[in-house]
């Protein structure tokens, strides 16, 4: 009963039938409360995100796996210091508990507490247990403390692989297939064939049970060897074929408890088992209907091996009501109940409608057809030592490639990001993860048309995928694309309601609109999903900045910082806050810090050298507008506040050249217009001056602006009326 149930849960876990695998469970845990058990329904409870639920199962619970599902229902409960507690080494358990897995843990946890330090640590320390282990790697870059791929990814990891998978030669790697469940210590095993689950039906000790499943490794050994290693009296749970449509109407028959078949065979009542196959049974209602031969177990043996098999095997009944076991001891299969296979009605049973008789000719040890099944390895094993180091370098090849790139991005040194990608192999490149990675680095390079096209591929390619959407959105609100930003953000509303990635992509299409009070509470919706989302934090501030409420913006972005102290829109929100303040000193700081993590930003060397401009710093304010322009010179930003500058100098003829030039790049600019306006009008160009404020106007800036606009040109008509007086 416990393998059976054992084996349904995971079939359950496996098909994301998460509801059935916890109702299962709960049944298992009850009847059979081992420590196993307990941990198989945590494992229920995590996957359908009640960890309240696993939190109460696990506490308590001193074994090492239990400790690291207890630590992890305590992360997902924001309870950092208690499973920080659990995590950390203890005199019974000198180990972090679950190898890799566990240090990425407890690095999340240091992280979530801004202990950056003590989070690297053991970040490094989970690659170092596992090469492949991406999200520790991921996890450096954020924080800025990746070493260059060719190192991490280098021959120590190919080393480390190889002592894993080559340590035996007996040890195979195996794919994915329909009879393969992954556990959470990252082994591999077989559903029905988890043997320490069978030492439990047969009086194992638990606490061996548990070690011998959670300490071996699977990878380490062959399934054959193993299955050889089992005794023939072992009863096994086979998981039987799906039974077929036409005999829905049939009753079940009631299962087999392996305690009553282990207790007769232990009282000498005989070896021989009948291997149930679901796939070879005929009910039959007409008792005069034949069984051809060809269906029965007995047609896959040859003759002389199935009548060698008849003489060394003796009857074995199991008397369990209602289902009734026979061995055939004659050669033609036949006995006092059954006749070549049929199914015959038991007078007397009044508990059910049908008798079972399953006729076997062979033991389990015999049966040549079932034993191949296990003996044979999984599909897509390997068992070549050449052919696991060539996937092995394979793999870290890949890995250096797409790891360098990332690594490059985080920096943002997005030039050298795009161009590591675009080197991957097409059937890479072309995939939703890298495309987004793609987007991101051409957004964070202020190209928008291009950050917008590959964005949308990604999301062509997988419309059901989150990463990089909140960017994406940002991106349509800079394009303007408003009907493309709407029906993105019903499109990620529909696919997850609680992403925050989803509340980012609504509040930009408020904030297009200039609604930004409700784009506001939209993105404060997004933090509450959320509160480790730093980008929500921000795009609250920048909403708070539009309201002209700057207290609040400052804490939204202090907010963000705390989540990432990498995150340089925070720092550039924070200058541009204290820039409008009129705070220059502390505006210039918090461009410095932003400017240092995002050193290819021609926006932050704008505004850092307006900031300088402010302090009468103006060779270093010429110097930064300058190395602004030369490193994008598609941003007419920097040149139009080189041109303010040279106003505000009085260098109005190099003013004029560079807004010519800027106009060129930018002809539908109000605010180039309108500062071509100001120089004309000091230079008593009224006319020029004019015309200039009047296509500003045309062009539809916005309110404050236009009012800024109006007031310059009464101004200049009253200049022009006071003038032509005077003369």
Known sequence: MEALLINCVEKSLNQFTLNNAIFLCERLRAEFPSEVNLQLLARCYLTNNQAYSAYHVLRGSKMAQSRYLFALSC??????????????????????????????????????????????????????????????????????????????????????????????????LQTASDDQFLDLDGTFQLEGMNLTRMKHVQGHDLKDAHQSHHEEAVLDESVTPVISDCPSNVPFCHTPSPVPPDLSGIAPLPSCRNVQLKSNIQRGEGSAKSIIDVSQRKFIEDKSMKVPRRFTSDFRLRRSARIAARKNATASTCTLNPLSFHSSTDDKGQNEHIKEGKWLQTPGDASSDYTAV??????????????????????????????????????????????????????????????????????????????????????????????????????????????????????????????????????????????????????????????????????????????????????????????????????????????????????????????????????????????????????????????????????????????AIITDKRNPLPMYYKADMLLSLGIFDKALEVLEELKEYAPCESSIHALMGKVYKECKIYDKAMLHFGIALDLKPFASDAIIIKACMQTLLAQDQLESNFN
């Open 75 to 172: 992360f997902k409960m924001n309870l950092l210091s208690e499973a920080e507690a659990v995590l950390l080494p203890t005199e019974a358990c000198e180990e972090v508990p679950n190898g890799a897995a566990g240090h990425y843990l407890l690095g999340l946890i240091y992280r979530c507490n801004d202990r950056r330090e003590k989070a690297v640590e053991y970040f490094r320390k989970a690659l170092s247990i596992d090469p492949l282990f991406w999200a520790a790697y991921e996890e450096l870059c954020i924080l800025g403390a990746a070493e260059e791929a060719n190192i991490m990814f280098g021959e120590e990891a190919t080393c480390r692989l190889q002592e894993l998978y080559l340590v035996h030669e007996s040890s195979h």
């Open 358 to 627: 399953i006729s076997s000719t062979s033991s389990f040890a015999n049966d040549r057809s079932f034993q191949k099944n296990l003996s044979m390895k999984p599909s897509g094993s390997i068992t070549d030592s050449s052919s696991i180091v060539s996937g092995i370098t394979d793999t870290l090849d890949l890995m250096r490639h797409i790891g360098e790139g990332y690594r490059l991005l985080c920096m943002y040194r997005c030039q050298e990001a795009l161009n590591v990608y675009q080197k991957l192999p097409q059937k890479h490149y072309n995939t939703a993860w890298i495309l987004s990675q793609v987007g991101k680095a051409y957004f964070e390079l202020v190209d928008y048309l291009n950050a917008g096209h590959v964005f949308g591929l990604a999301h062509q390619i997988s419309p059901y995928a989150l990463e990089g959407m909140d960017k994406y959105s940002t991106v349509l609100y800079h394009l303007k694309e408003d009907m493309k930003l709407s029906y993105l953000a019903q499109e990620l509303i529909a696919v997850d309601r609680l992403a925050p990635e989803s509340w980012c992509a609504v509040g930009n299409c408020y904030s297009l609109q200039k609604d930004h009070e409700t784009a506001l509470k939209i993105f404060l919706r997004a933090v509450k999903l959320n509160s480790r989302f730093a980008y929500a934090h921000t795009l609250c501030g920048h909403e708070y900045a539009a309201l002209e409420d700057y207290e609040n913006g400052e804490k939204c972005y202090q907010s963000a910082l705390r989540v990432d102290v990498r995150h340089y829109n925070a720092w550039y929100g924070l200058g541009m806050i204290y820039f409008r303040k009129e705070n220059f000193e502390f505006a210039e700081h918090h461009f410095q810090q932003a400017l240092q993590l995002n050193p290819h930003s021609s926006v932050i060397m704008c505004y850092l050298g307006n900031t300088l401009h402010a302090q009468k710093k103006s060779n270093e304010a010429f110097q930064m507008l300058e190395k």
